[in-house]
């Protein structure tokens, strides 16, 4: 394919039939990538943004116009009253518990209407485990409505159970997390709000957004979602941001989140920036770019390996609400030799090879694959396995396109190796 990198003529050639059925697919993919450059462009030319607002603040942090200059840009790509994106977000997991927080209260109810929500939030509402300072520990309630056997929204029930419970917050998760059940689309997003703004109106729709970010030409907020948080070190960092998380909607509810982040009354106010200010433009900047390559790595590798005759989720033509993809492989060995074949597409630790091994919160070993320049940032091209049924890799990201997709083949050529 190179002169830098070798793969078998069976899997050069696959690849090239896997581009070929992908043409469709990529072209709405850089069709909404070019929608979103250039709305994002617009949102750095509403907020004047200038070289000079990239000193960063110290201390307290008063006054620092990056910092809002950073809020409003998201506003506006996000379609949101106001932002809070910030450095100080330890995770995606700490901006989605500093939303929750803010907005219920002891005796309220959250009801999750996508079935479990993924695992490190389960820690924050207080299920399956206790930690004090949980939302359980503060009184707060939690229900969910399960997903349908194909893992599908039950719409009737939703229905059903928002109207006779009339929860605080109804909670969304749109990624797929690590199930195998699709990623939810603007539509669907879309339907959940109209049934829980008709029969119930004064809950707060917050939706977990995580991947989900620059996926799609419209945005959550524009069809009744109230409140949403994501991570930094997936899309809307670009491949930049080293940390942090942000928090977007109404701005009501955006100040009671600065409220709980920082301290009731100072709220949005205070938080010194640090020297982190022109990364985290340089990121927004770079983000439907990076989301882009991620989609089209996703796309191709779905594409590739359906060829090669394992499960994929989704499939390469389907339409898609993150940027999460699922391959089935069906065994250990299988799965590690896909992830070796990652990493070997790496810019960063390149030369390391995954092995299975534990992992805090998995009853199973677990191989992944991580060359990233952050730390589990998983925007960039990073895999992983838990080893156990139905022995299946989630992978995601890729700064570009190219090493991206080398990746991919990389894994192919390993894992075809094996038969
Ligand atoms: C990544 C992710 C989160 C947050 O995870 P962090 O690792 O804490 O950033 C939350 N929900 C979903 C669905 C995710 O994919």
């Not at 989704?314 to 033509?317: C, D, G, Q, T």
């Given at each position: 394919m190179n002169q830098y990198f070798h793969v078998e003529k069976e899997i050069l050639l696959a690849s090239e039939k896997a581009l070929e059925l992908c043409r469709e697919s990529f072209e709405y993919i850089d069709d909404v990538r070019s929608y979103n450059q250039l709305k994002m462009l617009k949102a750095f030319q509403n907020a004047r943004i200038?070289?000079?607002?990239?000193?960063g603040s110290s201390g307290y942090g008063y006054g620092d116009r990056g910092r809002d200059a950073l809020d409003e840009v998201y506003s506006f790509v996000f379609d949101a009253e106001d932002a809070l994106v910030r450095?100080?977000?330890?995770?995606g997991t700490h901006a989605l518990t500093v939303a929750l927080f803010a907005v219920l209260r002891p005796g309220d109810t959250m009801l999750s209407?996508?079935?479990?929500?993924y695992d490190t939030i389960r820690g924050t509402i207080g299920i399956g485990s206790n930690y004090s300072g949980s939302l359980k520990d503060f009184g707060v309630n939690y229900e969910e409505v399960a997903l349908l056997p194909d893992g599908t929204l039950d719409y009737s029930k939703i229905e059903a159970d928002i109207s006779s419970k009339k929860p605080k917050m109804v909670y969304i998760q749109r990624s797929r997390g690590y199930e195998l059940r699709p990623s939810l689309r603007y539509d669907e997003i879309k339907k959940i709000c109209e049934i829980s703004k008709r029969v119930s109106p004064d809950s707060v729709i917050m939706l977990d957004n995580c991947y989900g970010e620059f996926v799609e030409y419209k945005t959550p907020h524009t069809c009744g979602v109230d409140l949403m948080a994501g991570s930094m070190?997936?899309?809307?960092?670009?491949?930049?941001?080293?940390t942090g998380g942000y928090i977007s909607g109404r701005a009501d509810l955006v100040e009671q989140a600065a409220f709980r982040l920082t301290t009731p009354g100072t709220g949005k106010e205070l938080g010194a920036t640090l020297d982190m200010t022109r990364e985290l433009f340089m990121g927004a900047y770079n983000a439907p770019q990076i989301t882009a390559a991620a989609l089209k790595t996703a796309v191709f590798s779905a594409a590739l390996f359906e060829l090669l005759g394992y499960g994929v989720t989704?499939?390469?033509?389907e339409k898609r609400g993150d940027i999460i993809q699922v391959i089935e492989l069906g065994g250990e060995r299988e799965l590690v030799e896909f992830c070796r074949g990652i990493q070997g597409a790496a810019p960063v630790d390149s030369f390391v090879s995954p092995e299975p091994s534990d992992m805090p919160g998995y009853d199973c070993k677990v191989v992944m694959a991580s060359g990233s320049f952050s730390l589990g940032s998983s925007i960039e091209l990073s895999a992983d396995a838990p080893i156990r049924e139905p022995y299946a890799v989630w992978f995601q990201g890729a700064h570009n396109f190219d090493s991206g997709k080398l990746g991919i083949m990389l894994a192919a050529d390993r894992v075809s190796k094996l038969k």
């Open positions: 200038s070289e000079s607002m990239f000193g450095h100080n977000f330890v995770s209407v996508t079935g479990i929500p070190i997936k899309n809307p960092g670009g491949g930049i941001a080293r989704p499939n390469y033509k």
